[in-house]
Every structure is written in C-alpha cells, then in structure tokens.
C-alpha cells in the first residue's frame, strides 16, 4: 500500500516541479523582454508602454513566489543551522524538527491572511493593469505559502517520523 502510494507520488511531485520550473522560466523570460522593451522605447523613441511598469512589478511578485516555492521543494531555503554542531548526534534532527514546523506555521498564518485578503479584493471589486481584477493576480500568495507551508509540514513529519525511529528502545532490566 505505502509503495503504491511512492510510486503515485513520484510522476506527481516531477510534473510539479517541472511545472514550477517552466513557470519560472517563462515568467522570468517575459520580465526580461518586457523591461528590454521598455528601456529601448524610452531611450531610442522617448515613449514607453503605459502598463509595463506595473505588469513589471506583478511579474516580480510571481516569480519570487513561484522561486519561493521552488527553493522549499528542494530544502535549499534560508537555513541557519549552528545549533546542530553543539547538540548530540542522537537530538541532531531536534533544531530541524523545531524550524521546519515553525516554517510550516509562518508559512500557514500567512497563506491563511493573504486568502483574506484576495477575498477583500474580490469584495471591493479591486482592478490592476487597467482592467484585470486584483484577486487574479493576488491570487498567487496564498497558493504560493499554502505550498510552501505543505512542504514544511511534511519535513517536520518526516523528521519526526526519523527521530522517533532512530529513538533508542529502552528494555526492562
């Protein structure tokens, strides 16, 4: 039963990441050409395109979400690990445990928050780039830290789930 559930999630977790990864990749392609853009038509015509800053600006939220993202899958994230060095070996995975569930919290709090406000936009009736409603392109945050705080929460799972195997089994005298 858990093989067949590894074997589903393996060509799950590579169409993920190979969709986080084009997104990226497309998402960073078109900030490129669309700043390039823009810096030639101020420079060699004195004009610009009216709505490129601002669509600039929804591109960069998307890309370091979607890069936020990616960073998570890959446990490649901001870590500052110093108290494993001066704790045994055997409590190794404690600081970890500790950090990853804060991480899953925060991560959590925060998609929970950014629902709520997407949810305002929507009631408000909120625009960007003229005329695309605001929760269309908001609605990336709480996608992105709900991701995010998935991940964390399955790390602290799987470290707890480590720590508890590699417990020493105490026998009666």
């Known amino acids: 039963m858990i093989e067949a559930g590894y074997r589903l999630l393996k060509p799950l977790e590579r169409w993920g990441t190979a969709l986080e990864n084009a997104l ?11 700043a390039t853009t ?12 009216i709505w490129a ?12 979400l979607i890069g936020s993202v990616a960073t998570s899958r890959g446990r490649r994230h901001l ?7 001066y704790v045994p070996e055997r409590f190794a995975r404690v600081p970890v ?3 990853d569930a ?3 919290l925060v991560c959590g709090l925060i998609a929970w928050h950014s629902a709520r406000y997407v949810l305002l936009t929507i009631e408000f009736g909120d625009t960007v780039l003229v005329d695309v409603p605001a929760w269309a392109v908001q609605g990336v945050l709480p996608v992105a830290f709900a991701l995010m705080a998935y991940r964390f929460a399955l790390y ?18």
């Not at 990226?24 to 669309?34: N, P």
């Not at 823009?38 to 395109?49: A, C, K, N, P």
């Not at 799972?157 to 195997?165: A, D, G, I, N, P």
């Open 53 to 64: 800053d601002e669509l600039l600006k929804i591109l960069v939220l998307w890309v370091a």
């Open 97 to 99: 445990l500790i950090v």
């Open 24 to 34: 990226l990749v497309l998402l960073l392609g078109a900030m490129i050409l669309l």
């Open 79 to 85: 870590r500052i690990d110093i108290l494993s060095h």
């Open 156 to 173: 602290c799972l799987k470290e707890l789930l480590e720590l508890l195997r590699r417990a020493p089994v105490e026998t009666a005298p």
């Open 102 to 104: 804060f991480a899953a």
């Open 38 to 49: 823009q810096i030639v038509l101020r420079i060699g015509f004195d004009q610009g395109l």
